[in-house]
Nanobody
Framework: QVQLVESGGGLVQAGGSLRLSCAASGSIFSPNAMGWFRQAPGKQRELVASLTSGGYTDYADAVKGRFTISRDNDKNTVFLQMNSLKPDDTAVYYC???????????WGKGTLVTVSS
């Protein structure tokens, strides 16, 4: 069973930066995708960024040019560097691992990011 633990959320002023980390325990088979979703109050959960084991990245239009996703495969860890943060980025951020061959999805419990204006 894969377990995900996020860290790095917090309160930051608009224009600031935060770096989220997500450490995965357990066996993660390839091909897979590690990524981040977010859910703001009253809104649906949405994809922020994902990075496949093959190196393909995908970003939401709202974060392109500001957020960067990366991963350390040796440590089963995925990161999200968030720069130029805006109040609209305020949300709970969830780590996700999708193991494509097993059709399995794993979620972390989430970490809150609050951007003040």
């Amino acid at each position: 069973q894969v377990q995900l633990v996020e860290s790095g959320g917090g309160l930051v002023q608009a224009g600031g930066s935060l770096r989220l980390s997500c450490a995965a325990s357990g066996s993660i088979f390839s091909p897979n995708a590690m990524g981040w979703f977010r859910q703001a109050p009253g809104k649906q959960r949405e994809l922020v960024a994902s990075l496949t084991s093959g190196g393909y990245t995908d970003y939401a239009d709202a974060v392109k040019g500001r957020f960067t996703i990366s991963r350390d495969n040796d440590k089963n860890t995925v990161f999200l560097q968030m720069n130029s943060l805006k109040p609209d980025d305020t949300a709970v951020y969830y780590c996700n691992v999708a193991v494509i061959s097993l059709d399995a999805n794993y979620w972390g419990k989430g970490t809150l990011v609050t951007v003040s204006s």
